[in-house]
């Protein structure tokens, strides 16, 4: 059976397709299309919350005016905006002024949240339409792929109890190619991010226990992340699921089981 890629399924959530005879017959496109559906609704909850301040804009519609005075801009086409093009300037405006002392912060002033923010961003770039994305459920094939891409043969996820494993694909991490799976689970998709640094080098600050292991973990934009280090490897689990659901998905994926 031939399952949907992510661009179809984003041409149906954006309208731009009409939804295929197919999904109402196979369950993993099923749920692939509520996956895509829920992100895009979280997405505009995200920005809806985002409003103009009231000084900001009439700067903003100030300017517009002086630029028109002298001549840079059609008077037409400034003074005919309309009150919402205007707060939406505005807001935009107002998100870049905030975003980016942010990054900026992170990546300099606060070393650990950007080893966490790096591990978010690979994982909703593998939520993310991926041209690279090696899309395969057998772990002996992804672990065939990831060996010759990193030069290792990573631990592979073994998935049950409503898991399935969705593919696998390459990132960077602190300069480094890294592998990573992606798994759906009956919670909602996580990625396994395989990489060489240690726990520490992650920045977090929770130990937990378990199955005769030690967890690192910690939480980040909404996400929380749970890492064991394995032989020369840390595997981190992340998604927005609770920390003991994603400790034990490590255990229950058999990860641990390889040396």
Same mark, same amino acid.
């Given at each position: 059976m031939t399952h949907l890629a992510d661009d179809q399924f984003e041409d149906i959530v954006q309208g731009?397709?009409?939804?295929?005879?197919?999904?109402?017959?196979?369950? *993993?496109?099923?749920?692939? =299309?509520?996956?895509?559906? &829920?992100?895009?609704?979280?997405?505009? %909850?995200?920005? @809806? +919350?985002?409003?103009?301040?009231?000084?900001l804009a009439e700067r903003l519609r100030g300017a517009g005016d002086l630029r028109a005075a002298a001549g840079h801009a059609r008077p037409?086409?400034?003074?005919?905006?309309?009150?919402?093009?205007?707060?939406?300037?505005?807001? *935009?405006?107002?998100?870049? =002024?905030?975003?980016?002392? &942010?990054?900026?912060?992170?990546?300099? %002033?606060?070393? @650990? +949240?950007?080893?966490?923010?790096?591990?978010?961003?690979?994982?909703?770039?593998?939520?993310?339409?991926?041209?690279?994305?090696?899309?395969?459920?057998?772990?002996?094939?992804?672990?065939?792929?990831?060996?010759?891409?990193?030069?290792?043969e990573p631990a592979a996820p073994r998935v049950g109890q409503g898991m399935a494993i969705r593919g696998c694909c390459l990132a960077h991490f602190k300069g480094e190619h890294v592998g990573s799976y992606v798994v759906d689970t009956p919670r909602g998709p996580i990625s396994i991010i395989v990489m060489p640094q240690a726990p520490e080098a992650l920045g977090m600050h929770e130990k937990l226990q378990a199955g005769g292991k030690t967890f690192w973990a910690d939480s980040f934009a909404r996400n929380s992340m749970v890492a064991v280090r394995i032989g020369n490897y840390t595997y981190c689990a992340v998604g927005e699921v609770p920390h003991d659901l994603l400790t034990q998905i490590l255990l229950d994926l058999g990860l641990t089981g390889k040396p």
């Open positions: 731009r397709a009409a939804e295929p005879a197919h999904v109402a017959e196979c369950r *993993a496109c099923r749920e692939r =299309l509520a996956e895509h559906r &829920a992100i895009r609704a979280r997405l505009h %909850a995200s920005f @809806a +919350s985002v409003h103009a301040d009231a000084a037409s086409k400034v003074h005919h905006l309309s009150r919402f093009a205007w707060a939406t300037l505005a807001a *935009a405006a107002a998100v870049i =002024l905030i975003a980016v002392p &942010a990054v900026i912060y992170l990546t300099t %002033a606060n070393p @650990a +949240s950007a080893a966490q923010a790096e591990l978010v961003k690979i994982h909703a770039g593998n939520l993310a339409p991926h041209h690279e994305f090696f899309t395969e459920a057998d772990p002996a094939k992804l672990t065939d792929y990831l060996k010759t891409q990193l030069g290792f």
